[in-house]
């Protein structure tokens, strides 16, 4: 096998264990000593879509390993920053789910500031 078919193989389990516990929460944690914990559960559903999608940007024919991480992290940040968020409206004295969101929020604005100035450098070095 090669890394390449290892790297898919592997992103067939990420969409399999997203799909798992975005959409069959209950019936996956009916058959865990864990139980059920929707937040936990959305939280590793989140962490294989961000994985998914790191592995898309880094398989891109032109990928430039740093930028392809920054969308795979910053996609990772917005979810995990909306996951949080609506846990904080929700019960708005979970200072963790506020700290979470206000971190994730930072991530992303890191995230996307990176994006564009790598964006900016494309345009100028094509000139």
């Given at each position: ?16 264990a997203?799909?798992?516990?975005l ?29 998914l ?22 996609v990772?940040s917005a979810l ?20 979470g969101a ?23 070095s094509?000139?």
């Open positions: 096998m090669t890394p390449r078919s290892a790297v898919a193989v592997w992103a067939a389990g990420f969409a399999a997203a799909v798992t516990q959409v069959f929460p209950r019936l996956v944690s009916r058959a865990t000593r864990w139980g059920r914990n929707e937040g936990w559960q959305r939280e590793i559903g989140i962490w294989n879509l961000g994985t999608t790191t592995i898309a940007a880094l398989q891109r024919r032109d990928a430039d390993p740093d930028r392809a991480l920054a969308v795979g992290v910053s990772l995990f920053g909306a996951n949080h968020l609506t846990a904080a409206l929700r019960s708005p004295w979970s200072w963790g789910n506020w700290a206000l971190v994730n929020a930072v991530g992303l604005t890191v995230g996307l500031g990176a994006l564009a100035s790598s964006v900016t450098s494309r345009q100028i094509r000139r």
